[in-house]
């Protein structure tokens, strides 16, 4: 698929061109191919899903007013770079920091920014839980982003901690999102967060059930959180005994 399609996908989603970006999303695709077949990057090997799943899906937040100008963005678990470097590719006023726990993968990511030319984003090596105890993390951050990495209520754990009061925790989800809310709730209120209206997603030409749930960071999280890491995943804040 070459610019000119993609530029069409993006229209026919609402989405602007600007900057290159269908261009960029090209070099993108390209090397998500060729390293798709030396690692394990993404599942979806049709490129015309490639390109909804990962690209407009990711993009479909700038339809919600979410994300301010100039706004400071870390995905936690970004894995193969969704949404966190889509969304750095296509709003380059925004600082976006690219966190996971596989170097195999951020070196991938820095190689796409190196062919895209995008120089607005920053790879951290960690995990989700010993960073956001780091001073220059906790806290520092006008949204904190998360695509396919757990339930809501451990998610929540995960991304609370790198968000500055009055920012946002944007967690892309499913239909799965009805069976998570209420755990989500019980996590959030321990957290300093509260979830709002999800907000629906959906992307051109494909019957998904998707959506975006802002949680609204309210208070500092107490220091006890994030807990040590796997602790979140092994015991959610949700349960009701947790």
Request: glycine content about 10%; some cysteine; hydrophobic content about 40%.
């Amino acid at each position: 698929m070459d610019s000119g399609m993609i530029a069409e996908k993006l229209r026919q989603n609402g989405l602007q061109s600007v900057g290159g970006l269908p261009e960029k999303l090209e070099v993108y695709l390209r090397m998500l191919q060729e390293w798709n077949s030396r690692m394990d990057l993404t599942a979806v090997l049709d490129e015309d899903e490639m390109v909804d799943r990962h690209f407009v899906d990711s993009l479909a937040v700038l339809r919600t007013g979410l994300v301010l100008p100039g706004a400071s963005v870390i995905d936690v678990g970004t894995g193969a770079g969704f949404p966190g470097l889509v969304l750095a590719m296509a709003r380059p006023d925004l600082s976006v920091a690219l966190l996971d726990a596989q170097q195999k993968r951020l070196g991938f990511l820095e190689a796409v920014c190196e062919a895209a030319g995008v120089a607005n984003a920053v790879l951290i090596h960690a995990r989700a839980e010993d960073a956001a105890r780091e001073k220059q993390h906790r806290e520092q951050y006008d949204l904190a982003v998360a695509r396919a990495v757990a339930p809501l209520d451990v998610l929540c754990e995960y991304l609370l901690p790198y968000v500055r009061v009055g920012g946002y925790a944007l967690c892309w989800k499913g239909p799965s999102l009805r069976n998570e809310i209420e755990a989500g709730r019980r996590a959030c209120a321990v957290l300093g967060g509260r979830p709002e209206a999800p907000v629906p997603c959906p992307v051109h030409g494909r019957d998904w059930d998707h959506r975006i749930l802002p949680v609204r960071k309210l208070t500092k999280t107490a220091s006890a959180y994030p807990r040590k890491a796997g602790t979140p995943k092994a015991k959610p804040l949700g349960e009701r005994n947790g």
